[in-house]
């Protein structure tokens, strides 16, 4: 018998089923606190959570830093390029900034009633606005959406289609390929990427 009643065979038996109690104690605990860092607090105002189309969530894998280079076939010409995919606003936007040649360029990405919508701010001087046309586990495709941007291709510069390419077998490397108009003539351009 032990100092509180029990022989040594009970009280090994009580310790077990208060570790266990405990235990349940830490998961159920733990489970909360990471569903509360789940949820997006502004002062005290819990902001509403927000479904992302599938589109938006295949650009979240994209999230970080990548670099490489670029090829233009309008010139031939190669140079060193960046990407920067960022999850802002509670998680309800993508930021990227990209860096080509020294040029910094930014474009967003968020969901409008329910499909992704993309806005390139462009070194060109004019800002296209995108629509999915495809987004799958290894392909996110986008065209110009003409019909959310007063852009035409006779009389303005602006890149018209981008698409992105996932390594199957290295999720840390992609192909960027996107065309831009450039006084009505049509550039293709290409990059290879990894993740740092």
């Known amino acids: 018998m032990t100092s509180a009643g029990y022989t040594k065979s009970e009280e090994i038996t009580l310790r077990i089923a208060q ?11 733990g489970s909360s606190v990471l569903n509360a860092a789940d ?4 002062g005290e105002v819990e902001m509403p959570e927000v479904a992302s189309s599938p589109a938006f969530e ?3 894998k ?3 830093k990548w670099e490489g280079t670029l090829t233009q076939s309008l010139t031939g010409s190669s140079y060193d390029v960046s990407y920067e995919w960022k999850l802002v606003s509670g998680g309800n936007t ?4 990209a860096i ?5 360029m930014v474009t967003t990405y968020t969901d409008e ?3 992704l919508l993309v806005k390139h701010y462009c070194a060109l001087g004019t800002e296209p606005v995108f629509s999915v046309v495809e987004a799958s586990d290894g392909v996110v495709a986008l065209a110009f959406d003409e019909n959310r941007s007063p852009l035409r291709p006779h009389t303005h510069d602006y890149v018209d289609s981008m698409k992105w390419t996932m390594d199957q077998d290295d999720a840390d490397s992609m192909v960027y390929e996107y065309v831009a108009t450039l006084s009505g003539e049509r550039s293709s351009n290409r990059a290879e990427l990894k993740r740092n």
């Open 19 to 29: 570790i266990r109690s405990l235990s349940v104690l830490v998961l159920l605990f």
């Open 39 to 42: 949820n997006v607090v502004i």
């Open 58 to 60: 295949q650009m979240k």
């Open 62 to 64: 994209k999230l970080g």
């Open 94 to 97: 993508i930021i990227e900034t």
């Open 100 to 104: 080509e040649d020294g040029v910094e």
């Open 113 to 115: 009633d329910g499909e």
